[in-house]
């Protein structure tokens, strides 16, 4: 086992992951083909998940602004906030003279900062592999690419050891994962989806009804899941004609802590972390 | 009630039977009907639920009868509304009950106050909206009908303004602010419509009570002064009684657009404008039109009543609008 991880390691090192040469073109997220004329210095990152993936790229000192919601890691609290995606502070972001802004789908920056002559890159992962390929590409723009296959390298090795783990679990209970309690929840091809199924639990929400789905209260009442994770026993106990589903009679309705929260919600660096503890929450009998 | 209509007002006892059959019968679960007959006879009964009687006791009868409790106060909220100011473009939301709900539910959504205290900070702010246009509206002892539509429209105006800015601080939690105000049965339970059903009830009872007078007021206020009829008095009350009524159903759903507005107009063209057939009429198609919307809202992509009602609502109504001048 250790030996086939260290020798994908070293292969995946070894392979040319060398310097990227600028100018440079690439394809972003909203299908624009972007051009980087040199080496990013100045980065403004307006998406935490990736100025937590730059600082895992050692490249956070090149960060001259995040968006309000970068708050890990710690040493990003130094860093001038420049607004988040719906509301942006334009002005702040032109001054800071960035190099390069790294946007995601949504919000209205491109147009305004294209036409300020700011170079902008849309980059917004979505599904579980894209975590790591947006990962790759991140490393690719700013000129570090071999950090960013050590880093994903890491990452796919840490996932690995905790799928390990949850595939020696006895049992595999069907769950259901509330991200909003209106409700919404996550549908099997979603990240959160794919982590849901690596930390040792059955998702009741087929595919066909897609990735964030809204879900009517009767088809969780039928499906009668073994866990309900992400709201309170009290809450899931409330809720109309829930007080006798098996998860609830039982106990095993579990409120996601804030901490874990926050790395589940981000497809960044932390997503093994955030599968360990997810694990760890739908099996705690296997971290004793 | 003539002899005319009687085909009419069978068509309508028939509608709500078939609303509350599909209602309780059909969902995103698949229930055969023998078994959902067999869980209502269980149920009344008093023998042990079995397996999807939970599903037609506990989730689908209650959503059925929060329908027709909302449906009922929205249309007969609007039709007096529509009477009261003599304006066919007059809805329950007229006076600020709709941006009020909707400030109260973001704070409460803004703040993390528990999920059970949204309705209720909903409920106060929607009567504290009621309560603050009818102060900016008073002339003396006065309450012209200009005066209170165009402070509706301000106060509607400051509030809305005031739950977007909320909204945008608390982004995470937008999406459930965003739900509310889109309208919403979903987790309606017994105990909801228990809590809803005395303020529908005060509410349109009151406006049942007054349809005399509210006839009367469509001759001009001149005319109902000369005929007795306490003007000032009577708009004031159906103020009141119409948001009292709303905002018990607002706090709850959430703001379901449209439905009070059309169906006050639907019944007068199929049963005249008589205030007295017209608000009972209205009662009872408003119940059965948000029941079969929360239908198809839970049985289709469409998601949410809130969008059924306004998506279907209002092609239909210009449908029927081209008939009647055809």
């Known amino acids: ?288 | 009630m003539g002899w005319a209509r009687l085909p009419r007002t069978l068509g309508l006892i028939v509608l709500v039977a078939v609303a509350v059959v599909l209602g309780t019968g059909l969902g995103s679960v698949t229930i055969p009907p023998a078994e959902v007959l067999g869980a209502l006879w269980r149920g009344l009964s008093g023998q042990e639920a079995l397996g999807s009687d939970v599903i037609v006791w506990q989730i689908r009868l209650p959503r059925v009868a929060m329908g027709l409790l909302v449906g009922a106060a929205l249309s007969v909220s609007g039709a007096a509304f529509q009477g009261v100011f003599r304006n066919p473009l007059a809805d329950p939301y007229l006076l600020g009950v709709a941006s009020g709900s909707a400030l109260g539910a973001t704070l409460a959504v803004v703040l993390e106050w528990p999920r059970a205290l949204i309705p209720v900070a909903a409920l106060v702010a929607a009567l504290g909206a009621v309560a603050l246009v009818l102060a900016l509206a008073r002339r003396g002892r006065q309450f012209p009908p200009t005066r209170l539509i165009l402070a509706g429209v301000v106060v509607g105006s400051v509030l809305s303004a005031a739950s977007t800015a909320l909204i945008l601080r608390g982004q995470d939690r937008a999406r459930l602010v965003l739900s509310y105000t889109l309208g919403d049965l979903g987790f309606s339970g017994w105990r909801d419509v228990l809590t809803v059903l005395p303020y529908v009830a005060l509410g349109a009872g009151t406006l049942l009570a007054l349809a005399r007078a509210l006839d009367t007021l469509q001759l001009g206020d001149l005319t109902a002064r000369s005929l007795g009829v306490p003007v000032e008095r009577l708009r004031l009350l159906v103020v009141i009684a119409a948001s009292v009524a709303t905002a018990g159903a607002v706090a709850y759903v959430g703001i379901i657009g449209f439905l009070g507005l059309i169906v006050p107009h639907i019944v007068r063209l199929a049963f005249g404008a008589g205030h007295r057939t017209l608000l009972g009429a209205c009662a009872v198609l408003g119940g059965a039109g948000l029941v079969l919307a929360d239908l198809l809202a839970r049985t289709t992509p469409l998601s949410q009543v809130g969008i059924v009602t306004t998506l279907l609502g209002g092609p239909f109504f210009l449908w029927l609008l081209r008939r009647q001048h055809d």
């Open chain 1, 1 to 288: 086992m250790k030996s086939t991880i260290l020798i994908s390691l070293t292969f995946a090192l070894s392979a040319n992951a060398g310097a990227t040469t600028y100018p440079l073109t690439l394809q972003d997220d909203l299908g624009r083909k972007v051009i980087i004329k040199s080496e990013p210095k100045r980065i403004i990152s307006m998406l935490p998940s990736t100025s937590e993936t730059l600082c895992a790229l050692k490249v956070c000192e090149r960060l001259v602004g995040v968006d309000a919601y970068s708050d890990y890691p710690a040493q990003l609290g130094k860093v001038p906030k420049v607004g988040d995606l719906f509301t942006p502070n334009i002005e702040a972001i032109v001054a800071a003279k960035p190099d390069l802004v790294l946007i995601s789908k949504d919000g209205k920056l491109e147009g305004p900062l294209t036409q300020a002559g700011i170079t902008v890159f849309a980059l917004y992962p979505v599904t579980y592999d894209e975590v790591f390929s947006k990962t790759l590409t991140l490393g690719k723009l700013v000129n570090r690419e071999a950090a960013a296959k050590t880093l994903v390298t890491g990452m796919a090795r840490d996932i690995a050891k905790t799928e390990i783990l949850t595939r020696s679990a006895v049992n595999r209970p069907t769950a259901y994962y509330e991200i909003d309690p209106t409700p919404y929840t996550v549908g099997p091809k979603s990240f959160l989806g794919v982590l849901l199924g690596k930390a040792g639990a059955r998702n009741i929400i087929p595919e066909s009804m897609g990735e964030f789905p809204k879900v009517d209260p009767e088809f969780i009442v039928k499906a009668n899941p073994q866990l309900m994770l992400g709201l309170d026993r009290q809450a899931a106990a409330a809720r109309p004609g829930w007080a006798g589903l098996q998860a609830v009679k039982s106990g095993r309705v579990i409120d996601i802590p804030a901490e874990l929260g926050s790395s589940l919600s981000r497809p960044g660096p932390r997503l093994p972390q955030a599968l360990r503890g997810l694990a760890r929450l739908i099996h705690p009998e296997l971290f004793r």
